[in-house]
């Protein structure tokens, strides 16, 4: 099995809304996920997690925590480690960007009125930012 190093980074402001971005490629395309990708050469999961925010939502974020890691299926005889991290908004302008078609600030209860990537409201309750717990 080959394992791919990713960074993920939720998003969260004053009011403790989520930044989601849709996706603009497969797999899942047209799914609202967190701003995340694959690990370049020699950069940490904590670099990935900043870059990525950038590049997908245009805004600048400091990491607050890392907040879960999971494995996710990428094709055949392959999985992501993802490490997400928890982040608040430092700068910049919300634009998508990248690989994202849109990106939009979501309170925690319309999460579930969306089409999320697979299994997503599930690590986002147990990071603790969706229904039912507490940003910590």
Excluded: C, K
């Excluded at 009011?15 to 995340?36: N, S």
């Excluded at 900043?50 to 999971?70: F, I, K, S, Y």
């Amino acid at each position: 099995m080959q394992v791919i190093p990713a960074a993920g980074v939720i998003i969260v402001n004053d009011e403790g809304q989520i930044l989601l971005v849709q996706r603009g490629h497969h797999p899942q395309i047209g799914r609202w996920t967190v701003p995340g990708g694959r690990l370049e050469p020699g950069e940490t999961p904590e670099q990935a997690a900043v870059r990525e925010a950038l590049e997908e939502t245009g805004l600048h974020v400091r990491l607050e925590r890392e907040a879960l890691r999971v494995r996710l299926p990428a094709g055949a005889d392959r999985e992501f480690d993802v490490r997400d991290f928890v982040a608040t908004v430092v700068g910049g302008s919300l634009t998508p960007g990248d690989d994202a078609d849109d990106a939009r600030w979501f309170n925690p209860d319309q999460l579930d009125t969306v089409e999320l990537t697979a299994n997503l409201l599930g690590y986002l309750r147990d990071a603790g930012v969706a229904p039912g717990f507490e940003l910590g």
